[in-house]
């Protein structure tokens, strides 16, 4: 399984990269999401608040 995130839906809290930031980033110019590592532990998707991260079938 692998995440998949919805830059399109992102609110820029941050609240990802503060919890996980070994597989999330934040762009400079806007704030959105950015994954750094698609196979992260099972718990990192639910850390996005928006909930725009989630599990895919690889």
């Known amino acids: 399984m692998k995440v998949t995130v919805d830059r399109e839906l992102c609110v820029g809290s941050g609240q990802c ?6 597989v999330f980033d934040q762009r400079d110019e806007d704030g959105a999401v950015v994954l750094l590592d698609d196979e992260p532990p099972w718990f990192a998707p639910f850390r996005c608040p928006a909930v725009i991260a989630g599990w895919r079938n690889s």
């Open 17 to 22: 990269v503060l919890s996980t930031a070994q």
